[in-house]
């Protein structure tokens, strides 16, 4: 290592060894938790750190005696003490001396305003008995309530004994097993896993990449995926929340709710609601992901979510949360967790949610609960980890869509009729129960080299009876619809293996990164129908119930879908890490054996057989022309298992090969130091099936000619404006075109489902004038699309605005904190369409969502 010291060695709050570099933040808590009885001088703290390996302190990072009248703007939300602590040494540029017994147990009301370093650790330290003091320019020891008069155990002046040292900071880099810290304003963190290349902040990362912390999460009381994506102006939710199913757009094409990853594993979450109360992070990845993370086993090809689950911390959590959303549902949510063991190796946390009542819009009612246990065991060498989660949902008058299935004989649509209105029937319901597990590992073979590898079991149940779909016949809110009894289920094995290696040859470092996965899953379905039904959106929404003689249809197996896969890539970095350039390539095989099953009638033997397979290449490149901005560029593809060729066409029986997307992206990051913003510039093409017409055959021939381009432009910005203001949002626009399609008549014409524009905007403000209340605001603004392919059928353009408030105060009973939070989404009660290719749902009526968490 250079004299110059390059890089800190840290270990991370939960005991891994990483490393910081002098590039990033230079200030960070040293927080013990590991008791060796070393006794150190309190004026001997720069030269603890002048003894690591490497020799390494900078002088010009510690703190003047100027700057003690310095003041700063500081952000820091309520938490535990020694979290608390840390944020501010981020923000104050200090390092912080202390024992985990010091802070356990202890909370802070946390921190909002322009201060002094003194004023704002005095106002931390408010209340848990502590004090510090300085013992040089750029840090400081705190003390407890016994450590004054200048004597220490070791009876040497002016001595603190501290256990082994921990320096918190970004974590292994070989590893995933830690989160990315919180960027300034704690909503989005600093980087996220960016699927087999592991974990990178946003200015190492060649992609546009967003992660959601679990603080956003909790301070906007989002429920399901769709409440956080409420946030990203690359997404959309496909269909309205009273549905019961999350699917969501990304970059103007949609994805299943198979293809979020859990921990990195694909088909491991509810199928069809995926709730985020046991999520830590949301990493939201726009684009094809193909290397990164292998095909989803629902083809998405616009970007790929990961949820990271929760894990204990070194600060032991009890919190408990109830709460209240119109028209009448109640909701009760536990979070604890707890470390313990030699030098608190293993953790535990638990989540738990039950919601029950009236749901938003009329004849709706929801009971839903959710239980998830998180187990680790953490060393400097070996990171274990255990997710285990049981989830209901009992929806009684579940909403339902309106399908365009057919060019319709008119232009235009029905106005959107009052918001609480609901489609659906009284006696209709849907029930589904999901069952999930996994485990996943890593071991550090040397400090260069990590092998990796985790597997999950995931089952799901669905029984839908209700209506379904109704098309709509004229403008006057006129039309047909059936009824179906369907139960599917879903079995699902996910696995993965794969090793991180750092080298190093001449001047360029390599990170390579091999991965191998596959994913088993098997799908049962059986269902009845009813003979169509003809009713209106504004005056006779539903028929009679179905007729259910002989019982509940029995799910049979459908389909059995194999997709073993294989990447290696390598990320080359020269000029300390200015330059990164990674090449990698995936060999991705899809195995599908379909069968007869669905109605009664089908026989349940072997229909057809698909055996294909593709190799998928990706490139990018990523320069730092300075410290603070990025430039990026990427070729990447996605893809979607192909078509087995029906009997209709003269190349019936043909296997076409898998659907290739191909993105190409290029763009700018910059980080002004508490506000990150990336402007991003994209083209997705996306091949289709078409029938083609050739002389002499009396059938067409079906090709792989279609298809359909996306190119947009997204602007997103997040952290802190000014003190106490933070903001997050963003713009996007999309030029999504049918380039070759079916009909001739077609090409040209914009996609279904895709809007022109998006606009999502957020601000929080931390009011001067009552300590601990913050205003909050967003608004949602989706531009004028099409849900047909002719461009017949128009949704006009949207706005969403919500506004809440929160607010924290220490409790007299047990001074921890307790926030109360209230938020309105949709406060104009606007009626308004969100709209899918070939469907429709009403948007969510005024939503009033009350609660409060209290620490225990």
Not at 79 to 104: C, I, P, Y
Not at 739 to 751: C, Q
Request: net charge neutral; proline share 6%.
């Amino acid at each position: 290592m250079s004299a110059c010291c390059d890089v800190l060695p840290e270990v991370t709050k939960d005991g891994q060894a990483g490393f910081m570099r002098n590039g990033g933040s230079n200030s960070k808590a040293i927080m013990s938790k590991r008791s060796t009885g070393v006794t150190l001088l309190r004026s001997g703290a720069i030269a603890l750190l002048m003894a690591m390996p490497g020799g390494c302190f900078n002088p010009a990072h510690a703190q003047t005696a100027s700057t003690a009248t310095q003041t700063l703007s500081f952000s820091v939300p309520s938490q535990g003490l020694g979290s608390a602590l840390a944020a501010f040494a981020d923000r104050a540029g200090l390092h912080l001396l202390f024992t985990s017994e010091l802070v356990a147990g202890k909370q802070s009301g946390g921190l909002s305003g322009s201060f002094t370093r003194t004023q704002a650790l005095s106002r931390l330290l408010a209340g848990t008995g502590l004090t510090y003091q300085f013992t040089s320019a750029g840090t400081v020891t705190i003390l407890g309530s016994n450590a004054g008069g200048g004597s220490g155990p070791a009876n040497v002046p002016g001595a603190v004994t501290l256990d082994t040292i921990n320096v918190q900071g970004a974590g292994n880099p070989l590893s995933t097993m830690t989160p990315m810290p919180a960027y300034a304003g704690g909503q989005v963190a600093t980087g996220g896993t960016v699927g087999m290349l592991g974990n990178r902040s946003v200015m190492d990362t060649p992609f546009n990449q967003t992660s959601y912390t679990s603080k956003l999460i909790q301070d906007q009381q989002a429920q399901t995926i769709l409440d956080v994506l409420d946030n990203d102006a690359s997404t959309q939710a496909a269909l309205t929340p009273g549905f019961h199913n999350n699917q969501y757009y990304i970059r103007g094409f949609l994805a299943s709710v198979n293809d979020i990853g859990l921990n990195g594993l694909y088909g491991l979450l509810p199928t069809y609601t995926v709730p985020v109360d046991y999520a830590e992070r949301v990493d939201v990845l726009k684009g094809p992901s193909n290397l990164l993370n292998g095909m989803p086993p629902g083809g998405s090809v616009g970007g790929t979510i990961n949820i990271i689950t929760k894990r204990a911390t070194d600060e032991p959590l009890t919190q408990f949360t109830t709460g209240y959303i119109s028209r009448g549902q109640a909701v009760e949510h536990v979070d604890i967790g707890r470390r313990f063991g030699q030098d608190n190796a293993f953790g535990i946390r638990f989540n738990g949610t039950y919601r029950n009542g009236d749901e938003p819009y009329e004849r709706g009612h929801d009971e839903f609960g959710t239980v998830a246990l998180g187990l680790d065991y953490t060393t400097p060498q070996l990171r274990l980890s255990g997710d285990f989660s049981a989830q209901m949902d009992n929806a009684l008058g579940p909403d339902r869509a309106i399908g365009i299935y057919t060019t319709p004989s008119f232009v235009g649509l029905p106005a959107a009729p009052d918001p609480i209105k609901n489609f659906q029937t009284p006696w209709g319901f849907q029930i589904t129960r999901d069952a999930l597990g996994m485990v996943k590992g890593e071991f550090d073979v040397t400090d260069k080299l990590t092998v990796y590898a985790a597997i999950g079991v995931h089952q799901d149940w669905f029984h839908y009876y209700n209506y379904i779909y109704d098309t709509p016949t004229d403008l006057l809110g006129d039309f047909t619809t059936h009824a179906v009894n369907d139960i599917n289920t879903y079995r699902i094995l996910s696995g993965q293996t794969g090793l991180r290696w750092s080298v190093k040859t001449g001047p360029v470092n390599h990170l390579i990164n091999v991965s191998g996965s596959d994913i088993y899953s098997i799908y049962g379905t059986g269902y009845t129908q009813s003979a169509n039904y003809a009713g209106n959106i504004y005056s006779s929404p539903y028929g009679p119930p179905l007729a259910t003689a002989g019982g509940n249809p029995a799910a049979r197996t459908s389909s059995v879908t194999v997709l073993p896969t294989v990447g290696i890539a390598d990320t080359m970095s020269i000029l300390n890490d200015r330059i990164q350039f990674t090449a990698g390539v995936r060999r991705q095989e899809v195995n599908v054996d379909n069968y007869n099953a669905g109605l009664p009638t089908a026989n349940g033997l072997l229909a057809s057989t698909y055996r294909e397979g593709a190799w998928s290449p990706a490139f990018t490149l990523l320069v730092k022309p300075l410290q603070n901005v990025s430039l990026y560029a990427n070729y990447i593809q996605g893809l979607q298992q192909g078509t087995l060729v029906g009997s209709t066409y003269a190349n019936a029986g043909t296997v076409l090969p898998p659907y290739v997307s191909k993105q190409i992206e290029t763009g700018v990051k910059v980080d002004w130091g508490r506000i990150t913003s990336t402007l991003s510039f994209f083209e997705i093409t996306q091949p289709s099936t078409v029938p083609v017409t050739t002389a002499g055959n009396a059938l067409p021939t079906l090709a792989l000619n279609g298809e359909q381009r996306n190119r947009g432009i997204e602007l997103e910005s997040y952290g802190e404006l000014m003190p106490s203001v933070r903001l997050l949002g963003g713009i996007t626009y999309i030029d999504a075109r049918q380039v070759a399609s079916a009909n001739n008549a077609t090409n040209g014409l914009l996609a279904p489902g895709v809007p022109a524009f998006q606009l999502k905007a957020g601000a929080e403000w931390d009011t001067p004038f009552l300590r601990g209340l913050t205003l909050t605001s967003r608004i949602i603004y989706t531009g004028e699309e099409y849900v047909d392919n002719a461009n017949r059928l128009q949704v006009p353009d949207w706005t969403r605005i919500d506004l809440g408030a929160r607010y924290t105060f220490i409790s007299p009973w047990n001074n921890k904190p307790v926030t109360l939070r209230v938020d309105v989404q949709n406060i104009a009660n606007r009626a308004y369409w969100i709209g899918e290719a070939n469907s429709l749902t009403l948007g969510a009526p005024r939503t009033i969502l009350a609660n409060m968490t209290m620490n225990f």
